[in-house]
């Protein structure tokens, strides 16, 4: 059956490992599309971590910025498709264009690209949005994108995770 999985909550709540469980409840051939771009060390270790935490027969594709293209391009080929993560996604587009205008257009391709989806995917994201208010117009900036973002996912997706503390509570 094919559905859209959002899986949020925050920094380390256990949302990537979360995705690849419920990832290999679903027999065949399995897609990894990672946005994170690691432009350091501390982010590379990262990185590899997560890869070391998937089983060699998943496929990984590094998609910084195109990734409603990804996903239109390989739904119809395997049986699901992780995203990890829609935050990084979008700090991606923000070094493009930090425009809201051009952020709600990506977002809009990236929502048509899962409604088209022929595969279930997942997509793991982060909430950012229950802290403070950011001090710098940047930041409220990204946390805003990041938000709306999570709100047009969360509307298109069959369930919503939220993850606390490694546990995961269903919202949707």
């Given at each position: 059956?094919?559905?859209?999985?959002?899986?949020?909550?925050?920094?380390?709540?256990?949302?990537?490992?979360?995705?690849?469980?419920?990832?290999?409840?679903?027999?065949?051939?399995?897609?990894?599309?990672?946005?994170?771009?690691?432009?350091?060390?501390?982010?590379?270790?990262?990185?590899?971590?997560?890869?070391?935490?998937?089983?060699?027969?998943?496929?990984?594709?590094?998609?910084?910025?195109?990734?409603?293209?990804?996903?239109?391009?390989?739904?119809?080929?395997?049986?699901?498709?992780?995203?990890?993560?829609?935050?990084?996604?979008?700090?991606?587009?923000?070094?493009?264009?930090d425009d809201q205008e051009n952020i709600d257009g990506h977002t809009r391709k990236l929502t048509q690209s899962l409604e088209k989806a022929e595969c279930p995917i997942i997509l793991v994201?982060?909430?950012?949005?229950?802290?403070?208010?950011?001090?710098?117009?940047?930041?409220?900036?990204?946390?805003?994108?990041?938000?709306?973002?999570?709100?047009?996912?969360?509307?298109?997706?069959?369930?919503?995770?939220?993850?606390?503390?490694?546990?995961?509570?269903?919202?949707?």
């Amino acid at each position: 059956m094919k559905e859209t999985i959002l899986v949020i909550g925050g920094c380390r709540s256990g949302k990537s490992s979360y995705a690849l469980e419920l990832a290999e409840q679903i027999p065949g051939q399995k897609i990894f599309i990672a946005t994170c771009i690691p432009h350091d060390k501390e982010m590379e270790n990262r990185v590899l971590r997560h890869k070391k935490q998937r089983r060699p027969a998943w496929s990984t594709f590094e998609v910084p910025v195109r990734l409603p293209e990804a996903i239109s391009q390989n739904s119809r080929k395997k049986n699901v498709i992780i995203v990890d993560c829609l935050t990084l996604w979008i700090s991606n587009l923000f070094l493009e264009n930090d425009d809201q205008e051009n952020i709600d257009g990506h977002t809009r391709k990236l929502t048509q690209s899962l409604e088209k989806a022929e595969c279930p995917i997942i997509l793991v994201s982060n909430e950012v949005g229950t802290g403070i208010v950011p001090e710098n117009r940047l930041a409220r900036l990204f946390r805003d994108a990041a938000g709306f973002t999570n709100q047009k996912v969360a509307a298109c997706a069959n369930k919503v995770i939220w993850m606390v503390a490694g546990i995961p509570v269903g919202v949707k």
